[in-house]
């Protein structure tokens, strides 16, 4: 497969002719990423009539802006409020809220969006450039590869408990329990389910994401008066650009870090089944291993705000390349838009390319617009958005709490699944009041069962060798990556000691 560079040009202008397309699928995709328990997913499904309705390729533009636009909204709560609403925006409250909760909420949310829509802009023109490479990845990428990947998010949890590492790893542990509760993926032998059904098919996932995160820090700030600290109570969010010209600055200097995190996520976004959740822990883990202030991450840190994410909004352009090359959705998001596809008979595979370019490459061209256009559009809200942090919590904490158990009964529209979020909230609250961190909890149950599915499956196709972990020559460079990204900071302190 060869790509024609020639043909984006007026792949461009064709796509700018979906405008009316791409606006309106742009800010509903803003609204519903900020709105905690929502996804892209839910919200295509539930206007998958009116997309059946266009053409295929208006009905594809109008899909990968509501994606593209949501993954950038997500980070607004998880920032502004501790509500990372998704999982791809779970490890951005880790720097993106210490800095809301300092008085520096404005550059906060200029630091996200600036980091997303340059991060999501390059991958998505590198994605153009390079699909018949990274078409190839999920290819060489299998269960022991995937293994390894795994890991690297899973470490994040002994680097964010560097402070009390006995806790981090009983936190870590937990969550890994809580992940496995469900049905067996080997022989659906249940466990833990304390005879729920609904727990079956494992604890849903948002609702235990905006229970520890969201409901838990509702908990915590109606001790206060305003959602800022104690310490900061006095600080007053004038509208002003000063705060976003600040961020958007601290974003661009630090443009490498912004390009190798983002070119992580789309990466990651080729392996199907992989996700945003992966890449942005995977991001922020390799992020502060290699940082020259690794103290720093946790308490505000703008590279810890980058890295996760441009890492998941990298993995948007990735998760297109193996659902239109090898008809493999690399997400939730991602099968949708086979279904809409196939609805208009359209054969996935390479030549696609060639027989009906706007389909083919018309998603990653309409990224790049919706990129652009997100810039212009979301960048000078950020004096007005950071002013949620001076409302008081007798107002704001039930508000949060009211949207969050919204949210958690969205995805599968059980009642049950409200009740599991108050449940993670009563367990993030007392986790934050025993000084355990709840996003050591949070990676557990995200990251355990995938991990368990992988290693698994590599055990099946070995026939229960466990060898086959070190079968692979790039699972071994893996390996060899893990190890080294596990030592390096060890390392560096006491050569800096010496």
């Not at 991060?119 to 990845?137: D, H, K, R, Y």
């Not at 810890?304 to 239109?324: C, D």
């Not at 009041?433 to 069962?449: D, R």
Request: proline fraction near 5%.
């Amino acid at each position: 497969m060869e790509i024609d560079l020639s043909v984006l040009p007026s792949l461009f202008v064709e796509a700018l002719a979906y405008w009316w397309v791409i606006i309106p699928a742009t800010v509903l995709g803003i609204v519903v990423g900020a709105i905690p328990g929502f996804s892209a997913a839910n919200t295509i499904i539930i206007l998958l009539p009116l997309t059946l309705s266009m053409s295929a390729e208006a009905g594809m533009i109008f899909m990968v802006a509501i994606y593209t636009a949501s993954r950038l909204g997500a980070g607004i709560p998880a920032i502004l409020v501790n509500i990372p609403g998704t999982a791809g925006a779970a490890a951005t409250p880790l720097d993106g809220y210490p800095m809301s909760i300092s008085g520096r909420g404005q550059q906060a949310l200029a630091i996200s969006f600036t980091a997303s829509v340059f991060g999501g802009l390059l991958t998505t023109l590198m994605a153009l450039i390079l699909i018949p490479w990274l078409s190839q990845v999920a290819f060489h990428l299998h269960s022991v590869e995937m293994i390894v990947v795994m890991l690297f998010g899973i470490s994040l949890i002994a680097t964010i408990s560097a402070d009390d590492t006995m806790k981090g790893l009983i936190a870590g542990l937990f969550g890994l329990m809580i992940g496995y509760i469900g049905a067996d993926v080997v022989y659906e032998a249940p466990r833990g389910t304390f005879g729920f059904l609904e727990l079956y098919d494992k604890v849903p996932l948002i609702p235990a994401l905006v229970g520890l995160f969201a409901i838990s820090e509702a908990f915590v700030v109606i001790e206060r008066r305003v959602v800022l600290s104690e310490s900061d109570d006095g600080i007053k969010v004038a509208p002003g650009w000063s705060a976003t010209l600040e961020g958007i600055r601290d974003t661009l200097v630090r443009w490498k870090h912004v390009v190798w995190t983002g070119m992580l996520g789309l990466v990651i976004g080729v392996i199907p089944g992989a996700g945003a959740a992966i890449a942005s822990f995977v991001a922020y883990q390799q992020s502060r291993i290699f940082s020259k202030t690794p103290e720093l991450y946790g308490t505000g840190h703008v590279e810890g705000l980058i890295a996760p994410e441009s890492a998941n909004n990298g993995v948007t352009s990735g998760t297109l390349i193996p659902l239109l090359i090898i008809g493999v959705p690399g997400g939730a998001t991602a099968a949708i838009m086979a279904v809409v596809l196939e609805y208009h008979g359209v054969q996935f595979g390479p030549d696609l390319f060639e027989s009906n370019p706007l389909v083919g490459y018309g998603p990653f061209v309409a990224m790049a617009i919706t990129y652009v256009l997100l810039g212009l559009l979301i960048l000078p809200l950020t004096r007005y958005f950071s002013n949620v942090l001076v409302v008081p919590t007798i107002y704001i904490a039930p508000i949060i709490i009211a949207f969050t158990l919204v949210g958690s009964f969205v995805p599968r529209a059980y009642v049950f699944d409200m009740g599991v979020a108050i449940v993670f909230g009563i367990i993030g609250y007392i986790a934050r009041k025993t000084g355990y961190h709840v996003a050591a909890i949070l990676i557990g149950v995200i990251l355990g069962p995938l991990l368990e599915n992988f290693f698994l499956r590599a055990l099946r196709i070995s026939q229960g060798d466990l060898m086959t972990l070190f079968s692979s020559n790039i699972g071994n460079v893996l390996w060899v990556l893990l190890i080294a990204s596990l030592f390096a900071a060890p390392l560096k302190r006491r050569l800096a000691g010496r």
